[in-house]
Structure formats: structure tokens, C-alpha cells
């Protein structure tokens, strides 16, 4: 059961071979053993997922089942919950109990979800390694002296070793899809504007948005369609965003017809020769499923990195101010007057990497340097979005590695923030064109998993699913790691 | 370049220690450095974009929906009295 998928899981359910309870149960055993291993989690109550549990089989007996009825899933700690702390694993946060839930949690609660607790993450959200956590870094299960990626660490660490057998993440730069490579599962960023924003902890508002983690690639699809539509109190939230069929789409066992685009730029030299060699093998198993590879070329892509560490920071310096020590939040002892108040609160609050990025953005946001750096990464951000839309004139989906390379040692990359940044370097593109991305396991090297990255045009999840679904059906490369559990 | 990282931090609303601003003031100055390849990119007559999709922005009618819930809401606040937000003095 643990390693199972949310549909295997579903399925047991619904033929009545088991209860939310008794799965409940099975998971909270696995997080009281392994989490001290990991720190995957960072707030867990055990009684109330058993209040959940009991709750949903209750309602399915009187009602039937609703479309995630009884499964575990878990939520990265930047997720708004009415129950239990809020803190974003942040000390400025620190036991901050949100008024109320996020638009996603109230569509994981209505479809009959049980949330099993919150997952670690780089404070804000602001890493690629769950190392700036202030609850401390969490470990990744193929190797717990390598970082298990980030900034959604924890629910990447947590279904890899089977702690859930789901959970939700957000992606402002990659921070889905690059701990779900690092640790050997799926994860979807959907195109901007599907799923709402509001009760997301803000970090950077053009770019971020949420996503499902899971062992699967249907599983990711059965989450996306329960917390993807329309939410009037998100503005950002598309009113009309096409519709698709995201079960549907995973149907699918072969690549016959499918263009994919391969982006020269993508594959270049500082790429770990393992991570090339997994890719090439990858891209021959699709032409292998009646898919033909097209050379493409998205020729700005050396700049989104440089854009993205202006655009992000300068949302982030904006949205981060609202930590003012007034209406939630750290304040500090004693303030002399109002100045002070809001300058120590920030500096006791605020982790290193987040006061980085923050005064990155207040720079590229100051009297002088505006045009020189925020307006030009916004043309910069132009000419992006309009690479990607010109390679879609001829292809349906693209696929990349998602990272360059495998997890890193923890403590590897932290002296120099400017390696770390580096690390998203093939997931950045494509949250500033705004368009959807799916990471899935596509190889080992030395023991480490490699992901493979789809990307298709705004909207088309569902060519991803189809080209994600048809490669998880031809391929074996979803495992379950042997210190926890998992057969060799 | 050359960046005054304790006249960002100020901006910023950020105290600095002498020991935080000596790192944190070089971290800068190389991620500016980094970040300065922009120049090298042509934008000529490029229009710049904010948003990914081309679409308004839609507003909502300004109502409210959910009630009174001043209690809920303040309770997060590291201090209240009588309904409002406690502070420092700020005039003296």
C-alpha cells in the first residue's frame, strides 16, 4: 500500500478493500518512523487527519464518493489553513494561524480530500534546496545527505518515500518541478492563471502558482482537475481558461503524430553527462513510441535566469513588505518608534536568502536603476514568452532534462547564492512565458533520480498528459527507495 | 558596481547588522553583476509584459461577501485593543 498510487488507492477505496481510516493510518505510521529522518513535514497532527478520515467514510457511506474521497494529501506550509499554523517556514511567521483557507484547500476539502499536514520549504519559497527553512533543511530519501530540491522540498521528499501518496507544491521558478526530478516523482506546474492564487502565500505574484506532486502521472492530473477554475477573488485567476479533460488525457500509451521540440539551448555543455545520457535514452524511447523529434531553438533562453532574478525579487520586495509587525507576524521587543518597529521585525523575521532577494528587487526597483533593470527584464520576459510561442507554430510539446543536474549534497551550494540560482536554469523559462510543466522520472544516475521535462503551450495540459501518460506506460522509472521501504 | 547595501536595507525596512551587511553587500553587487547580461539583450521597440496572459484584469463588485469578521481576522496581530491595530507612538 504505502508506494501505491492515488488512483491504486482510490480503487481500493471504492471497492470497499479498505477505508480512508484504515489508509489514514498507514501513512501517519510511516511519518511517525521516517519523518525524523527527513523533516519532510512541519506540522502534523495525527488526531484531526483521524477526524477527517472518519468524516469522509461517513460520507461516502451516506453519499457516495467524491472525486478524492478518502486519500491522504499533504500541502507545503504556504498553503492558508484554518486549522493548525500557517508559517512558510519562516520565524516572521511563526505560529501564524491563517483566518481562513486557501481557495485550493477548499477545493481539496469539497472533493473529499483528507490533508494529512504541511510540508517543508525554503522560507518563502525562496530556494532549490529546502535548506533555508527556518524549521531546518529537509533530506532527500534516495540519499538523506543530498538535498531533496526545492523550494517544495518537503512534499517532493514526502512522496518519494511514501510519507503521502500526494501533495501540492507551488512553482514561481521551477519549485515543483525540480524537487520532483531530484526525487524521482511527477509534478505539474499548470499554466498561470488556472488554479487560483488567493491563500497562497505571495512571493512572486506573476509567476507563482500551484501544482500537484504524486507518484503518478494520472495522479497529478486527478488533483489538477480538482483545484483548477475560476476564483473571483483571485484577479489572476483566468475567468474563461479553455477547459480539457484531464483524466482523459492520461489515457494515452503511444506518441503517434507527436512533434516533440528539443531546444538546442537545452542541451549544452555543464549538463551532468549522466543527466544527457538518461535524456537521450528518454527521447529514443519516444521515438520508439511513434514520436518525431524536431530541433527547435528558443534563442533567448540565456537571459530568463538573469530576467527571472529581477522579476521575481522586485514581486517579492513588494509582496514581503506586507510583513510590517502591525496586522500579523513577528514584531520585536520593546520597539523605540515605528521605524525601528518595522526594521529589527524584519531583520529577526526574515532569513538570510529571503533578506537577499529582497533588497535584489529593492535595488532593481529603486529611483535610477527602474528601466535599466525591472523594465528590461519585462521586454526581456516578452521576447521569452514570443520564443515559445513561435516554436509551438510547428511542434505539440517540448521536453528538456528539468535539472542539469542530480540532488546535491546539502550545504553544497549554499555559500554562493548565485550557484543555487543556477539550478533552475530549465524550469525559469517557462513560469515567466507563463505556460504549464510536467517533471516525471526518466532514469537513475549513481541512484539518484533524473526527471524529464514537458512543456507545452498555455493551456495544453493535456498534451503533456498525453506525452507524460504514453512515456509512465512504456517506461519503469517510478520507484520506491529502499531505506524507506522500498524494494531493490 | 558599487551598491550602498545599508541604503537598500533601509528602503527595504530591513536593520542590518554591521556583519550581515559586509556579506550581504558583495551577494549583491555579484547577483546585480549577474543579472547586468540584460544589457546585452536588443528590446529595441520591445513592449514589456507584466502578466503572461494578455487579458484585464477582471475587478469583482466591491461587496462584502463573507460577513463581519473583524475578531477572526485581528487575531493574528501581535497587538490590538478596542478593534484596532497597536503601535508605537508616532507623534510625540
Known amino acids: 500500500m504505502p508506494f501505491s498510487t492515488l488512483s491504486e488507492i482510490k480503487d481500493r477505496l471504492d471497492a470497499g478493500e479498505a477505508t480512508a481510516v484504515a489508509v489514514a493510518k498507514i501513512y501517519l505510521d510511516r511519518i511517525a518512523a521516517f519523518n525524523g529522518d527527513l523533516n519532510a513535514f512541519v506540522d502534523i497532527n495525527p488526531a484531526h487527519v483521524l477526524e477527517q478520515a472518519e468524516a469522509s467514510d461517513a460520507y461516502r457511506a451516506k453519499h457516495g464518493a467524491r472525486a478524492l474521497e478518502g486519500l491522504p494529501i499533504a500541502v507545503k506550509d504556504i498553503f492558508c489553513t484554518q486549522d493548525g499554523p500557517t508559517q512558510c517556514c519562516s520565524n516572521i511567521l511563526k505560529d501564524f494561524h491563517a483566518p481562513y483557507d486557501a481557495h485550493v484547500i477548499t477545493r481539496l476539502k469539497e472533493a473529499g480530500a483528507v490533508l494529512v499536514g504541511k510540508t517543508n520549504m525554503d522560507e518563502f519559497a525562496m530556494g532549490s534546496s529546502t535548506e533555508t527553512s527556518a524549521f531546518g533543511p529537509c533530506r532527500n530519501p534516495w540519499d538523506i545527505e543530498r538535498i531533496p530540491g526545492g523550494s517544495s522540498g518537503g512534499s517532493a521528499?514526502?512522496?518519494?518515500?511514501?510519507?503521502?501518496?500526494?501533495?501540492?507544491?507551488?512553482?514561481?521558478?521551477?519549485?515543483?518541478?525540480?524537487?520532483?526530478?531530484?526525487?524521482?516523482?511527477?509534478?505539474?506546474?499548470?499554466?498561470?492563471?488556472?488554479?487560483?492564487?488567493?491563500?497562497?502565500?505571495?512571493?512572486?505574484?506573476?509567476?507563482?502558482?500551484?501544482?500537484?506532486?504524486?507518484?503518478?502521472?494520472?495522479?497529478?492530473?486527478?488533483?489538477?482537475?480538482?483545484?483548477?477554475?475560476?476564483?473571483?477573488?483571485?484577479?489572476?485567476?483566468?475567468?474563461?481558461?479553455?477547459?480539457?479533460?484531464?483524466?482523459?488525457?492520461?489515457?494515452?500509451?503511444?506518441?503517434?503524430?507527436?512533434?516533440?521540440?528539443?531546444?538546442?539551448?537545452?542541451?549544452?555543455?555543464?549538463?551532468?553527462?549522466?543527466?544527457?545520457?538518461?535524456?537521450?535514452?528518454?527521447?529514443?524511447?519516444?521515438?520508439?513510441?511513434?514520436?518525431?523529434?524536431?530541433?527547435?531553438?528558443?534563442?533567448?533562453?540565456?537571459?530568463?535566469?538573469?530576467?527571472?532574478?529581477?522579476?521575481?525579487?522586485?514581486?517579492?520586495?513588494?509582496?514581503?513588505?506586507?510583513?510590517?509587525?502591525?496586522?500579523?507576524?513577528?514584531?520585536?521587543?520593546?520597539?523605540?518608534?515605528?521605524?525601528?518597529?518595522?526594521?529589527?521585525?524584519?531583520?529577526?523575521?526574515?532569513?538570510?536568502?529571503?533578506?537577499?532577494?529582497?533588497?535584489?528587487?529593492?535595488?532593481?526597483?529603486?529611483?535610477?536603476?527602474?528601466?535599466?533593470?525591472?523594465?528590461?527584464?519585462?521586454?526581456?520576459?516578452?521576447?521569452?514568452?514570443?520564443?515559445?510561442?513561435?516554436?509551438?507554430?510547428?511542434?505539440?510539446?517540448?521536453?528538456?532534462?528539468?535539472?542539469?543536474?542530480?540532488?546535491?549534497?546539502?550545504?553544497?551550494?549554499?555559500?554562493?547564492?548565485?550557484?543555487?540560482?543556477?539550478?533552475?536554469?530549465?524550469?525559469?523559462?517557462?513560469?515567466?512565458?507563463?505556460?504549464?510543466?510536467?517533471?516525471?522520472?526518466?532514469?537513475?544516475?549513481?541512484?539518484?533520480?533524473?526527471?524529464?521535462?514537458?512543456?507545452?503551450?498555455?493551456?495544453?495540459?493535456?498534451?503533456?498528459?498525453?506525452?507524460?501518460?504514453?512515456?509512465?506506460?512504456?517506461?519503469?522509472?517510478?520507484?520506491?527507495?529502499?531505506?524507506?521501504?522500498?524494494?531493490? | 558596481m558599487d551598491i550602498d547595501v545599508k541604503k537598500v536595507a533601509m528602503l527595504s525596512r530591513i536593520r542590518l547588522t554591521d556583519e550581515e551587511a559586509a556579506e550581504l553587500g558583495p551577494q549583491l553587487a555579484n547577483i546585480i553583476g549577474y543579472v547586468e547580461q540584460l544589457s546585452a539583450v536588443d528590446t529595441e521597440g520591445v513592449e514589456p509584459i507584466a502578466h503572461p496572459h494578455d487579458i484585464a484584469m477582471p475587478q469583482r463588485v466591491d461587496a462584502v461577501t463573507n460577513g463581519n469578521r473583524r475578531d477572526a481576522l485581528q487575531a493574528p496581530a501581535p497587538k490590538t485593543e478596542s478593534g484596532l491595530y497597536v503601535v508605537p507612538k508616532v507623534i510625540e
Open chain 1, 157 to 488: 521528499s514526502a512522496v518519494a518515500a511514501a510519507l503521502t501518496p500526494a501533495a501540492l507544491g507551488t512553482d514561481t521558478g521551477g519549485s515543483i518541478r525540480q524537487p520532483a526530478s531530484v526525487c524521482g516523482i511527477t509534478g505539474l506546474k499548470p499554466t498561470y492563471g488556472r488554479v487560483s492564487r488567493r491563500g497562497i502565500i505571495a512571493f512572486a505574484s506573476s509567476l507563482d502558482q500551484a501544482g500537484p506532486m504524486t507518484r503518478s502521472v494520472k495522479d497529478a492530473a486527478m488533483i489538477a482537475a480538482a483545484i483548477s477554475g475560476h476564483d473571483s477573488m483571485d484577479s489572476t485567476s483566468v475567468p474563461d481558461a479553455p477547459a480539457i479533460d484531464w483524466l482523459g488525457a492520461c489515457d494515452k500509451t503511444d506518441m503517434k503524430g507527436l512533434r516533440i521540440g528539443k531546444p538546442k539551448e537545452y542541451f549544452v555543455d555543464g549538463m551532468d553527462t549522466g543527466v544527457r545520457a538518461a535524456m537521450d535514452t528518454a527521447l529514443a524511447e519516444c521515438e520508439a513510441l511513434g514520436a518525431e523529434i524536431v530541433d527547435i531553438s528558443l534563442p533567448h533562453t540565456d537571459a530568463a535566469v538573469a530576467a527571472y532574478y529581477v522579476i521575481a525579487p522586485s514581486e517579492a520586495s513588494a509582496n514581503l513588505s506586507r510583513y510590517d509587525a502591525v496586522r500579523f507576524g513577528h514584531r520585536c521587543d520593546n520597539p523605540d518608534d515605528l521605524t525601528d518597529m518595522y526594521t529589527r521585525s524584519r531583520d529577526e523575521g526574515f532569513g538570510t536568502e529571503v533578506k537577499r532577494r529582497i533588497l535584489t528587487g529593492t535595488f532593481a526597483l529603486s529611483s535610477g536603476y527602474y528601466d535599466a533593470y525591472y523594465i528590461k527584464a519585462q521586454q526581456v520576459r516578452t521576447l521569452i514568452r514570443q520564443d515559445f510561442i513561435d516554436a509551438f507554430k510547428t511542434i505539440d510539446v517540448i521536453a528538456t532534462p528539468t535539472s542539469p543536474v542530480t540532488a546535491f549534497k546539502l550545504g553544497e551550494k549554499t555559500d554562493d547564492p548565485l550557484t543555487m540560482y543556477l539550478s533552475d536554469i530549465f524550469t525559469i523559462a517557462l513560469n515567466l512565458a507563463g505556460l504549464p510543466g510536467l517533471s516525471q522520472p526518466c532514469g537513475f544516475v549513481d541512484g539518484l533520480p533524473v526527471g524529464l521535462q514537458w512543456i507545452a503551450p498555455a493551456w495544453r495540459e493535456d498534451q503533456i498528459l498525453n506525452a507524460a501518460s504514453a512515456y509512465e506506460s512504456a517506461t519503469d522509472w517510478v520507484k520506491a527507495p529502499v531505506n524507506f521501504g522500498g524494494e531493490t
